[in-house]
């Protein structure tokens, strides 16, 4: 099969093109770095099947990180038949950098014109056709976004894929072009070597790899080096090389691009929108505006506060007695997100209705299998789709518009006087999606320092799956409680995840993983509409994900959890009120008492175990919290009607009612289970990007970080412990200060007996 | 038990015990900790160790 390699500068739009010919959703973002490794596909719109390789995005073909090696590696030893080099019309020069290092490799090649949609759209041009014949290799104007000019693309990669192409360079009229010739007839000599050209230049520029293939080489560049001596880079070959190149580059294609529109300032559209979202002192304030907007949209079950500032009168909208009773609130309107939650919760109670008068002639112990245990586990979190799907609709939204880009660079002001870059804010970015992708990305960083603390808190960025647990958890504080509103809690634990990490990175980067944080330079994509493709490609991943989870971990786990709780240690079948007496109930109570500290331990009724065993069931797939306690509620909640699968956030309600557990405790549940050890997935990821050491410490990190952070909140929120708290802390301080000045007087007294 | 009653029992333990084997089968692939594309060339893949620079 013949094999296309799709090759750029970071977010030039190679994933897009990838996904646009080879039918795959692979994740697409509007910042620099999202691909990290190769990807592989079919076209088949072609005579014959092609296989699409998208290759990481790089500036250079130099081998200084891990994205321009496995570019380089994959062009120089796989020999694809075309490279398509994905070029971004907006910044031309500087994509065309990486265009003259490409076309020295002996491969045949052919320059996409990337988001020429864009130019047209600031009012600016570029002439195809002279860039063409000036640089010598076939260039097709596309658009990867709208699919404009793909075919054409296609068909000329296709012919150009049959001719052999011998590398050229743009350095004939270099100053070290004699010393790169010799290299090359060197080279060449020896037979062993393909692509001449391309490794003569880089060995010139000195380059790591090169120095070590072909050391006998190397005095022949050095003693070039000791009679030459530019004006300005001296003797440093690779500045030469790369001045060379830029010289090539402005002096052939700055008449093939006509600039675009800009005000008298030399202000473009996107520069005007940046003064204000990226504004020193606006632009954290504007992005905490943003996610809060976000939240109370999927979240509020007041949206826009018209209830609290009495717009909307009582029972304005409650459609009480109707079939859609609950969907609206009463004196006020909720948010889409809470609409489309109460409609799915009223389906799946329904759908359980009729599965139960179904089995009306089965046991009893049938029917509370499939209802409490197979659906109670399974609706509970399945409600929460919706509101999972909105959220990540708006942040697909931010992120296609290119605001996430700028939330990094934002951030970067922070996170910087903390010791990590805005650079490894862009994984944990992806961290509120996937943890298992978002470490993935980590791959990026090359510092290994900044890579494990990176690493290490993308779990504390909540994840799809850890939704659930906190809309659930909040709405069943409102609900039971009556106080605050779900998408402010929700909100409020998204910045303490966000809050955790920073404080965990200071106190790794000032404890063991001392050393500054590597420069971060990243160029602001222009901001775009996102297109509605995209984004309906990410809500189907979403989906997809969602629905195989659903029906496989927490299903299995449901049953199992269902067992173990319905079961004796003698395996006789208990009934609902002795679950005390359960597998399940002599497991959790043992571990119970650990968690007294974070309130949901030995404190609580005799059904506080529940929690405990929620936290750990999260351990396989986070969605598992949820749906373990929608599994139990049903059974354990005295005068409860069993035999009723129960929504995610009734399930919450009905076991604060049994086990009377506080508001604190409920936080502290949150953020216990927001900070631990993530999913199996997330952890074998963890292990295969970390080493042996580094990963058993990290293990033990999230423990320690979910055992303070919710033992601070409980003891905070619970002013008897707080003034325990109180206490001891004033008693330490005490001691500490009665015993230094004990100590001084006596270093004193060492120093003058020096 | 009726019919159903040992259907629903042979159903769980089939969900169970299928849902264990795919999980580690997916790991003995590697996937999970990887990119699940070709392993080859990935200078990450634990399989190349030689290829890491």
Redesign the interface.
């Given at each position: 099969m013949l094999k296309f390699a799709l090759a750029g500068n970071p977010n030039s739009g190679k994933t897009t093109l990838f996904n646009n010919l080879t039918g795959s959703t692979a994740h697409v973002g509007n910042w620099p770095g999202v691909t990290v490794?190769?990807?592989?596909g079919t076209y088949k719109k072609c005579a014959e099947p092609i296989s699409i390789v998208d290759l990481p995005g790089i500036y250079s073909l130099s081998?200084y990180t891990?994205e321009e090696?496995?570019t380089r590696?994959?062009i120089l030893?796989?020999q694809p038949d075309c490279v398509i080099n994905i070029v971004d019309a907006t910044n031309l020069e500087r994509n065309l950098y990486l265009t003259t290092q490409i076309m020295e490799i002996d491969v045949p090649m052919i320059i996409a014109l990337n988001m020429i949609d864009e130019v047209k759209k600031s009012g600016a041009t570029i002439d195809g056709k002279t860039m063409e014949e000036k640089i010598g290799i076939p260039v097709v104007e596309i658009s990867a976004l709208k699919g404009i000019g793909i075919d054409l693309l296609m068909k000329r990669a296709y012919e150009v894929c049959k001719e052999k192409r011998k590398g050229t360079t743009v350095l004939k009229n270099s100053a070290l072009s004699h010393l790169i010739n010799d290299v090359k007839i060197a080279l060449s000599g020896s037979g062993k070597v393909d692509n001449p050209l391309f490794h003569a230049i880089k060995l010139v520029e000195m380059d790591v790899?090169e120095k070590e293939a072909h050391k006998e080489l190397i005095k022949l560049v050095d003693d070039f080096k000791e009679t030459f001596d530019d004006d300005v880079f001296g003797s440093d070959f690779e500045a030469v090389v790369a001045d060379s190149r830029y010289k090539y580059i402005s002096a052939n294609f700055s008449t093939v691009l006509t600039k675009p529109k800009s005000d008298d300032k030399g202000f473009t559209k996107s520069d005007k929108i940046d003064l204000i979202l990226t504004h020193k002192w606006w632009g954290i304030p504007i992005f905490l505006i943003i996610m809060f907007a976000v939240f109370h949209l999927t979240f509020s079950e007041d949206l826009f506060y018209l209830g609290t500032l009495g717009i909307i009168p009582d029972n304005f909208v409650s459609l009480k007695g109707t079939i859609f009773e609950g969907l609206l609130g009463s004196g006020a309107v909720n948010s889409p997100g809470v609409i489309l939650f109460n409609f799915l919760d009223s389906c799946t109670g329904a759908l359980n209705d009729i599965i139960v008068a179904a089995?009306e002639n089965?046991?009893q112990w049938?029917v509370s299998?499939?209802s409490d245990g197979?659906l109670g586990g399974i609706f509970s979190i399945l409600s929460f789709l919706p509101q999972i799907l909105i959220l990540f609709l708006f942040f697909s939204i931010l992120e296609d518009s290119g605001y996430m880009a700028r939330a990094a660079f934002i951030l970067d002001r922070i996170f910087r006087k903390f010791g990590l870059s805005g650079r490894a804010f862009l994984p944990m970015i992806m961290g509120f999606g996937c943890s298992?992708p978002a470490m993935?990305n980590t791959?990026t960083l090359a510092d290994e320092n900044e890579r494990t603390a990176t690493i290490r808190v993308i779990p504390f960025f909540s994840c799809g799956a850890k939704l659930p647990i906190l809309t659930a958890i909040a709405g069943g504080i409102v609900m039971q409680f009556g106080v605050g509103n779900a998408d402010v809690i929700t909100y409020s634990m998204y910045i303490l995840g966000i809050t955790v990490a920073v404080l965990s990175v200071m106190f790794m980067k000032n404890t063991t993983m001392k050393g500054d944080s590597s420069p971060f330079i990243m160029e602001l994509p222009a901001y775009h509409s996102p297109q509605f493709k995209n984004l309906m490609l990410h809500l189907w991943d979403k989906v997809k994900h969602f629905i195989k989870k659903a029906f496989?971990?927490i299903?299995?786990s449901s049953?199992?959890i269902w067992?173990i709780s319905h079961f004796s240690w003698n395996w006789e079948y208990l009934p609902e009120k002795q679950i005390n007496e359960s597998i399940l109930a002599g497991i959790g109570q043992l571990i119970q008492p650990i968690f007294t500290p974070l309130g949901f331990g030995s404190q609580l009724k005799s059904f506080g175990w529940v929690f405990v065993v929620a936290a750990i069931t999260g351990l396989i797939a986070k969605e598992n919290v949820i749906a373990t306690l929608g599994t139990l509620a049903a059974t354990i909640s005295s005068g409860f009607v069993a035999n009723e699968a129960l929504g995610g956030i009734d399930s919450v309600t009905q076991i604060i009612n049994a086990t009377e557990i506080t508001i604190p405790a409920l936080l502290a549940f949150i953020a216990f289970n927001m900070t631990t050890i993530p999913c199996?997935?997330a952890v074998?990821?963890a292990?295969?990007?970390l080493s042996k050491k580094r990963f058993n410490y990290t293990l033990l990190f999230w423990l320690a970080v979910s055992y303070i952070v919710g033992s601070v909140i409980y003891i905070t929120g619970s002013w008897w412990w707080s003034v325990f708290i109180f206490a001891v802390i004033a008693f330490v301080t005490v001691i500490g200060i009665v015993l230094k000045n004990r100590y001084k007087p006596a270093v004193k007294k060492q120093k003058e007996n020096n | 038990m009726n019919i159903i009653e040992i259907l629903l029992i042979i159903a769980c333990a089939l969900i169970v015990i299928g849902t264990v084997i795919g999980a580690v089968i997916r790991k003995k692939k590697g996937r999970g900790g990887c990119c699940g594309a070709d392993c080859k060339s990935c200078t990450y893949c634990p399989k190349n160790n030689d290829k890491k620079l």
């Open positions: 490794d190769k990807k592989e081998p891990p090696i496995i590696n994959f030893d796989e790899l089995m089965n046991s049938a299998l499939v197979i298992v993935i791959r496989t971990i299903l299995a049953i199992v067992f199996f997935a074998a990821t292990k295969a990007e | -």
